[in-house]
């Protein structure tokens, strides 16, 4: 029977993350992290989740955007959808009206992410697997259905695409089960979050040692000499042998981007992570047109896609194929609320059914706000256990929404009654 989709609803669910300096960064320096959490209904009882994420203000504004979206969902069956999904994906990104307010970026965009993170948690859902089996399962073909090459065929046709995908189907089966039994490996960016004190620092350094971390990600950009005394501290913990990235979140400008990291090169960085404007192409994304500019210039040598930040599965799949076209390595950005959740099946399909490669790959982990999930990862030896739940591993505990809903949950209204919060 076609699963017609008869209701969206949104909700504004944040958690006070900043009174504990969580997620605290060179530019986000009070985040509490936060989602637009969609849930689709359809007329036979099923339901997909679906959630992008936000740092506090400004996600009723993409909660709105969500809503204004909703009609372009509300009404269809699945089985139309997921027959011309690169139709739907184009739909919903080229709204005559609404893609003013776009395109294919900012709020609209993520707003997008929501609403389709749903539709493949609701796919994959109505399946019986989870999303990266879902994608896995799927023909080169259908691979390619789902994605909008519109803007990229000058980097990636749809041709090049099919003959990467059917490339690599050789050892598929054997990779997938190495993922089953081995998982994908991870990286941590708990420990060193800009707002902690070198106390809190080093014992959580000093736990994730113990847990079998070896690949650890800084915050660093506010100031200069904190960043050399952190990364010292930091280094002098893991030792020479172990990984270390830096991440600036787009606090520079070019020109004090390059001698700020000549200071921190002795610490031996992997890489620096959005060192300056994230729309500067030359100097430094948010969808596949940066993307292949990107992959284009030779102007980077990671690819960090997004689950939420890009446009669902579907543009991700797009950037997978570019970066393996360009022989670049994928290494996901992931924390926040959910993102963990969702990324690990992008990078499972990745590993399994595009790039066949682990050298230089490792996906971001950071350890906050899982239990709030129904399916939340799994990680043993630092590295993601694939998920075995069917979907994309978006739903959120009813207790949690309800605790957390901005502004009128029961957190919310607590820390209200505490008085005002320091800025």
């Given at each position: 029977?076609p699963q017609?989709?008869v209701?969206l609803?949104?909700q504004?669910?944040?958690?006070?993350t900043?009174l504990?300096?969580?997620g605290?960064?060179?530019?986000?320096?009070?985040?509490?992290?936060s989602?637009?959490?969609?849930?689709?209904e359809t007329d036979g009882?099923?339901k997909g989740?679906g959630?992008?994420?936000t740092v506090?203000?400004g996600?009723?504004?993409v909660v709105?955007?969500?809503k204004?979206l909703?009609?372009?969902?509300?009404g269809?069956t699945?089985?139309?959808?997921v027959a011309?999904f690169r139709?739907?994906?184009r739909?919903?990104t080229?709204?005559?009206?609404?893609?003013?307010i776009?395109?294919e970026k900012?709020?609209?965009?993520?707003a997008t992410?929501a609403?389709?993170?749903?539709?493949?948690?609701?796919?994959?859902?109505?399946?019986?697997?989870p999303?990266w089996k879902?994608l896995?399962?799927?023909s080169?073909?259908q691979?390619v259905?789902c994605?909008d090459?519109r803007?990229?065929t000058d980097?990636?046709t749809?041709?090049?695409?099919?003959d990467l995908?059917r490339?690599?189907?050789?050892?598929?089966?054997e990779?997938?089960?190495?993922m089953l039994?081995?998982?994908?490996p991870?990286?941590t960016?708990s420990?060193?979050?800009?707002?902690?004190?070198?106390?809190?620092?080093?014992?959580?350094?000093?736990d994730a040692?113990?847990?079998?971390w070896s690949r650890?990600?800084v915050?660093?950009?506010a100031?200069?000499?904190?960043?050399?005394?952190?990364?010292?501290l930091i280094?002098?913990?893991?030792?020479?042998d172990?990984?270390m990235?830096m991440?600036a979140?787009q606090r520079?400008?070019?020109?004090?981007a390059?001698?700020w990291m000549?200071?921190?090169?002795?610490f031996?960085?992997?890489?620096?992570?959005?060192?300056?404007?994230?729309?500067?192409?030359l100097?430094h994304?948010?969808?596949?047109?940066m993307f292949?500019?990107f992959?284009?210039a030779s102007?980077l040598q990671?690819v960090q896609?997004?689950?939420c930040r890009?446009?669902?599965?579907n543009?991700?799949?797009?950037?997978?194929?570019m970066?393996?076209?360009f022989?670049?390595?994928v290494c996901?950005?992931?924390?926040?609320?959910g993102?963990?959740?969702?990324?690990q099946h992008?990078?499972l399909f990745?590993?399994?059914?595009v790039?066949?490669d682990?050298?230089?790959r490792?996906?971001?982990?950071v350890?906050h706000?899982?239990?709030h999930?129904?399916s939340?990862v799994v990680?043993?030896?630092?590295?993601?256990?694939?998920p075995?739940?069917?979907?994309?591993?978006?739903?959120m505990?009813?207790?949690?929404?309800?605790?957390h809903?901005?502004p009128?949950?029961?957190v919310?209204?607590?820390?209200?009654?505490?008085?005002?919060?320091?800025q």
């Amino acid at each position: 029977m076609p699963q017609k989709i008869v209701k969206l609803s949104v909700q504004d669910v944040r958690f006070p993350t900043s009174l504990e300096q969580h997620g605290s960064d060179a530019m986000h320096t009070d985040p509490d992290y936060s989602v637009a959490y969609v849930v689709i209904e359809t007329d036979g009882g099923t339901k997909g989740y679906g959630l992008t994420f936000t740092v506090g203000r400004g996600t009723e504004v993409v909660v709105c955007a969500v809503k204004a979206l909703s009609g372009l969902l509300v009404g269809r069956t699945l089985e139309e959808i997921v027959a011309d999904f690169r139709g739907f994906y184009r739909l919903l990104t080229s709204d005559s009206q609404m893609r003013w307010i776009g395109p294919e970026k900012g709020v609209i965009h993520l707003a997008t992410a929501a609403v389709l993170n749903a539709v493949w948690d609701l796919w994959a859902r109505v399946e019986g697997k989870p999303l990266w089996k879902l994608l896995v399962d799927m023909s080169p073909e259908q691979v390619v259905s789902c994605i909008d090459f519109r803007y990229i065929t000058d980097a990636l046709t749809e041709q090049e695409a099919l003959d990467l995908l059917r490339k690599a189907k050789t050892g598929k089966a054997e990779r997938e089960q190495q993922m089953l039994k081995e998982g994908y490996p991870a990286y941590t960016t708990s420990c060193a979050w800009l707002g902690y004190s070198d106390q809190q620092l080093t014992q959580l350094c000093t736990d994730a040692l113990a847990n079998g971390w070896s690949r650890f990600k800084v915050k660093v950009g506010a100031d200069i000499e904190d960043d050399k005394r952190r990364c010292r501290l930091i280094r002098q913990m893991i030792g020479p042998d172990k990984i270390m990235m830096m991440d600036a979140n787009q606090r520079w400008d070019v020109g004090e981007a390059v001698p700020w990291m000549t200071c921190l090169s002795p610490f031996r960085p992997l890489w620096i992570e959005e060192p300056t404007s994230p729309d500067d192409i030359l100097g430094h994304c948010h969808n596949r047109v940066m993307f292949k500019q990107f992959l284009q210039a030779s102007a980077l040598q990671f690819v960090q896609i997004d689950s939420c930040r890009l446009g669902s599965v579907n543009e991700n799949l797009a950037v997978l194929l570019m970066a393996h076209k360009f022989q670049v390595p994928v290494c996901p950005h992931a924390g926040g609320v959910g993102l963990c959740e969702l990324v690990q099946h992008l990078i499972l399909f990745d590993y399994i059914s595009v790039s066949a490669d682990l050298n230089n790959r490792m996906c971001e982990y950071v350890d906050h706000l899982h239990e709030h999930f129904t399916s939340p990862v799994v990680i043993r030896d630092a590295h993601y256990l694939p998920p075995k739940d069917p979907g994309y591993s978006c739903e959120m505990l009813q207790s949690s929404v309800e605790t957390h809903r901005y502004p009128d949950g029961e957190v919310w209204l607590r820390l209200s009654a505490d008085g005002p919060r320091p800025q």
